[in-house]
């Protein structure tokens, strides 16, 4: 555990940068240190008070934020980036303390380019907020997670982010053209495809953007940001469909995502833990027959001749294979959920069926079409085991979802329900080895640890070197080059590994 | 007058046992059974259109989703039915 920091370090980090950054941005107080000191993502909450940073600064520019850099340099600080603070993998935990720059602040709409259809953003805004206004224009930015209404542009670029409706649009990386950021050192440099800030696709030199998205704030803090946007739909079809069985369900899942339907924009596979758990809360499943084991969605969106003749197709596939259309309210009020019908139930079960207030946990791999059926079963054997042990965890089923417009692979999920005020350390333990586990499962399948959220987690993260092989020693140098200091959102990934002094405080 | 009135907001319909571990007191509206509420949570109590409030105001957000991304939803329900023709 790292040591709060003298006061009277505290005392000079603050004469450095509330000059520039004006007092008010500048914060020590105790509910602002400790309400930035985790993301939702459960865990012992009798442990809250190791990673709580010694002070938070809310820079409103570039400049002030490579100030700020520069000043956690000079003092040998961490110095962690935050945003929505919604990351699922504890990237804006500042787990060694020091300062947490919160890009909040940083929220404004620079400019709206209507001919070549670009946004020039703050990384602070959302994307509701800014869809607010592009609307007006008749446009839309589609990066929409679950969390479309409290993550925000730099978390996306932090993370590297899943879009639900990335199969027609793409995802954070594809949507994102270039920004501005500050690097570990302090300096400011502009990253893109290529030189040019408007530009979707270059050759010239090397790809950085993808480099400095999805680095969890351990590479750099990203400013402004210009993104991609695209015409709003005329129209939205979405259909939910019911099976009497897993294999036929998934056999739909594979055959709607194979179709080349231009306007499709993804599909979701629900496996029947998945409908068993919605058959307890879900006013659209709690009077549905027995004989529903197995639920499959999919979306389309763009212009209205378009998606009608791409739904109709949709209809007929699933048809064909013996679906049963679960209706107009249901296909539409279920996608319309889709934003928080994740984390809100904020309960579970425990084994006796009893209710207990629990926190939402969610791995989120990429796995093959073909190894859904294999993961899934492996999946839900680890968490029965873990669930069996310990009373506090509840399995809340898996969701595979399309990430491509090809089906060739899934954002495979599996929820699990976790009463976070009785973690302990022993249930803590047992849970990051089910994690590991889980982790396992995917890499022996050759899919990836995470699609969406990064694997920073106690369990997963052990296993990263593994799934990236060479690939993760060009991650230590790659850290060692830009960040001489090890000052950027130390500890995460085991970037640690890349410096001699490896868990010092820096 | 008051009094009468928040008695009646205070005095739920009836339960209607819809699954074994589910109710219905509002039509549509359903709630986990509360003998599964006693062990490890405590229950709120709550006045009758606090709990329509909520419900409609779900419809309302549902719609405003819908329009937020797209300017019409199309009808599965009518699809299905163009196939045959
Ligand atoms: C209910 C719910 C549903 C979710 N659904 C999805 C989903 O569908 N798809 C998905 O991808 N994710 C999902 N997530 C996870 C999370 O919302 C995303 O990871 C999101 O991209 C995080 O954005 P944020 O603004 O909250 O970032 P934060 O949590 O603040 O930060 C995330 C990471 O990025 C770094 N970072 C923050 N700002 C910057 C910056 N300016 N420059 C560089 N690095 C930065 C942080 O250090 C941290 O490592 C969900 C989370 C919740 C709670």
Partial sequence: MTAVLEASIVEQLVAAIAPVLGEANVLTSKTARYSRARVPAPFPVHRWAERVPDLVVLPGSTEEVAH?????????????????????????????????????????????????????VGVGIS?????????????????????????????????????????????????????DMVTPTGDIIFVGDGGGRKISKSSSGYQLKHLFMGHQGTLGIATTATLKLYPKAEAEFSAFWAFDDYDVAYKAVGALARAGIATFAGAVLFDEKKVEYLRRDDEAYIPQPESVKALVCSVGYGNSDEVAAGGRRMMRIARDLGARYMGDEISQGDWASRHDR??????????????????????????????????????????????????????????????SDTGVDYLTEIDIGIWEEKLDDTTWAAFVDAKREIAAVSLKYGGSISACHGSCREGEVDLVPQELGGGYDVMLAVKRALDPNNIMNPGKYGLDRAYDNEGDRR | MTSFRYQDEYTTPPARQITPTTIERFEHVFEVDPSLMTDNVAQQVFPNWDTKRIVAARWDHLAWIHTHFADSVISGEELLRSLDD
């Avoid at chain 1, 787990?95 to 940083?106: A, F, L, P, S």
């Avoid at chain 1, 592009?134 to 932090?158: F, K, M």
Wanted: aromatic residues 8%; negative net charge.
């Fill in chain 1, 68 to 120: 700020v850099v520069r000043v956690a340099n000079e003092f040998g600080v961490p110095i962690v980036p935050r945003d929505g603070g919604t990351g699922l993998t504890d990237g804006a935990v500042p787990e060694r303390r020091g300062i947490v720059v919160d890009v909040k602040r940083m929220n404004l709409i620079h400019e709206i380019d209507l001919e070549n259809r670009t946004a020039t």
């Fill in chain 1, 127 to 179: 994307m509701l907020k800014l869809n607010e206004v592009l609307a007006q224009h008749g446009l839309i930015y589609p990066d929409n997670p679950a969390s479309y209404p409290c993550s925000l542009v730099g978390g996306r670029i932090g993370t590297s982010g899943w879009s639900l409706i990335g199969s027609r649009y793409g995802h954070s990386r594809d949507l994102v053209l270039s920004f």
């Fill in chain 1, 342 to 403: 994740y984390a809100t139930p904020v309960h579970g079960r425990t084994l006796s069926g009893q209710v207990a207030l629990m926190s939402w946990h969610c791995e989120d791999a990429a796995i093959n079409y073909t190894d859904l059926p294999a993961v899934t079963r492996e999946w839900h054997a680890i968490v029965e085991k873990l669930r069996r042990k310990h009373d506090v965890f509840d399995d809340w089923g898996m969701f595979a979802y399309t990430s």
